[in-house]
């Protein structure tokens, strides 16, 4: 009985440990992160938010703006299908 208790003591502290680990990495090298994960097509949730607008350029500007029109769009078409039901 004490084996396992002490088995599970040290898997926590261990998994607790490495993920204390992976989140400071993650957060020292967050713009590379992210950037990489944006290549690979996978889109994070935030990882945009806290942009300075004032020094974007034209087009990025422009492509933010079609990405905040097609979210509307599809908000507006689900509560469409919503009501319809």
Avoid: C, R
């Avoid at 599970?8 to 090298?29: C, E, F, P, R």
């Avoid at 690979?40 to 942009?51: D, L, R």
């Amino acid at each position: 009985m004490i084996n396992t208790k002490s088995n599970l003591t040290t898997g926590i502290l261990i998994g607790v440990g490495l993920s204390v680990t992976a989140y400071y990495l993650y957060m020292k090298n967050k713009d590379k992160v992210d950037d990489f994960l944006k290549s690979q097509g996978i889109n994070i949730p935030g990882a945009g938010s806290g942009k300075d607008y004032a020094g974007m350029s034209l087009e990025e500007l422009v492509g933010t703006k079609e990405h905040i029109e097609d979210l509307i769009a599809e908000m507006e078409h689900k509560m469409k299908e919503q009501a319809k039901k």
